[in-house]
């Protein structure tokens, strides 16, 4: 499970509306990751429109911010459309990229266990390490916290 200072694990991923990310190509710059459970749940959607109003801020702090769930990239778009979202949305339907960031846990609700993605943000900077984590998200003044966080870098 990576955690600050180590390098963050890369990977290249199909993005909404098309095309690919690759992590490493987007060294010299920060990047924020945020990862969520799933597409047009109360949480994601408050989520990701929080970070699409604020990805001009995101912008000018020097950081490219992305999704990443393993909705597929035709649920991503859907989503998009439906939200007006700006923040660019990636699909890990292999769920190998949660896998590789320790987000893909044992979750147990109502007693009932199952697997899924842990609400997290990573922070990483223009060497490629991460520099800052959140696990267990909890939505409310979440976007803010980490603009903050990417400002003070």
């Not at 993005?15 to 969520?36: C, H, N, P």
């Not at 459309?81 to 292999?94: F, I, M, R, V």
């Not at 490629?128 to 976007?143: A, E, L, N």
Request: negative net charge; contains cysteine; hydrophobic residues 35%.
């Amino acid at each position: 499970m990576p955690d600050v200072s180590d390098i963050a694990p890369d990977f290249t991923l199909p993005r909404d509306g098309g095309g690919e990310v690759t992590l490493s190509a987007l060294r010299g710059g920060t990047v924020v990751l945020f990862f969520y459970p799933r597409d047009d749940t109360p949480g994601c959607t408050k989520e990701s429109i929080g970070f699409s109003e604020q990805l001009q801020d995101f912008g000018d702090a020097g950081a490219h911010v992305f999704g990443i769930s393993r909705d597929s990239i035709a649920k991503h778009d859907k989503f998009v459309a439906k939200h007006n979202l700006t923040t660019p949305l990636l699909s890990d339907e292999g769920s190998t990229v949660c896998e590789d960031y320790g987000v893909w846990v044992e979750k147990n609700m109502y007693g009932k266990k199952s697997m899924g993605i842990q609400r997290s943000t990573f922070v990483i900077d223009a060497e490629g390490k991460i520099v800052k984590v959140w696990r267990k998200v909890k939505v409310p003044g979440h976007v803010e916290e980490v603009l903050e966080a990417v400002r003070a870098l």
